[in-house]
């Protein structure tokens, strides 16, 4: 039997391989619990089971998620009190994602939506019985009218716009004054990816794009999302806001950005670094 083919140290697989250590992705409501070092802070993202232990009276359940480092990975949910253990720090996910590697966004990601899934999925959404834990696979079953429910991946389109040395910068309502990034929305039930960007982009900011090209996909815990990233350029700089999903736009020059962006390890800030290294390398 092959070994599994782990990328940067991660492979997604519902099968543990028997490994002689095991890691452990801690979550609570949402949160990372990791391992912690008073002298340098919060540790790797996966525990090492040794160290986990003392959460194990705290964990509520547990999936494998694949191997990590060459050792099986699971994902554990600990109720809230397991925040006081000590050697332990609690981390807000999205400042875990921001300085995380490739492999670690990966590991996370697929902890968290697995863990969201089984919990939106109790039941058989035709019968209405409760579903069961597959024993072979990353599925819930019916036993009543025997269908499989699988994880659910929503995929979504996200992109630069940009007109000559400026990108498009827009903001949700939601979020404070400064903080901005690239448009993004789902794909609708019939579309591409490309139909996707094209209504997107016209309905939030009004403006009708071109020359679509393809950067790179991530995958997105909030909570179940496959993020499709894109470059386009805009036939027009003029921006009407359609002052629902957006609340705020405006064209920022490559060397003139937003105060708070995204960082490079999400697909929005990778979309932003790569118009920025464009735009140098044409307008100096």
Not at 220 to 228: E, I, K, N
Request: with cysteine.
């Amino acid at each position: 039997m092959l070994a599994p083919l782990q990328l940067n140290g991660f492979y997604a697989s519902s099968k543990a391989i028997g490994s002689t250590n095991k890691w452990v992705v801690a979550v609570i409501d949402g949160d990372l619990l990791i391992a912690s070092d008073n002298s340098v802070g919060a540790g790797p993202i996966a525990i090492d089971i040794g160290q986990a232990d003392s959460l194990n009276f705290f964990r509520e359940r547990s999936i494998c998620v694949g191997q990590w480092q060459d050792s099986d990975c699971e994902v554990w949910e600990l109720i809230p009190e397991a925040a006081a253990i000590d050697g332990f720090t609690r981390v807000e996910l999205r400042s875990v994602l921001a300085g995380s590697s490739d492999a670690e966004f990966s590991l996370i990601c697929r902890a968290l939506q697995l863990l969201d899934w089984e919990v939106k999925h109790k039941y058989c959404g035709s019968c209405g019985q409760p579903n069961l834990v597959s024993e072979t696979d990353h599925a819930l079953q019916c036993h009543s009218c025997d269908i499989q429910q699988y994880p659910r991946i929503s995929p979504c389109v996200i992109v630069a716009v940009i007109k000559d040395d400026k990108c498009l910068f827009a903001r949700h309502p939601s979020w404070p004054a400064n903080r901005f990034s690239t448009l993004a929305g789902f794909i609708e039930a019939g579309e591409s990816a490309e139909q996707a960007l094209h209504r997107e982009v016209f309905e939030e900011v009004g403006i009708e794009i071109e020359n679509i090209r393809y950067v790179g996909s991530q995958a997105w815990p909030y909570p179940g999302q496959l993020m499709l990233g894109y470059m386009a350029e805009a036939k027009t700089d003029v921006i009407k806001i359609d002052g629902v999903e957006i609340a705020e736009a405006n064209w920022h020059r490559y060397d003139q950005l937003p105060d708070v962006f995204a960082p490079p390890t999400i697909m929005a800030g990778r979309l932003i670094e790569q118009f920025v290294m464009e735009s140098k390398a044409k307008y100096g």
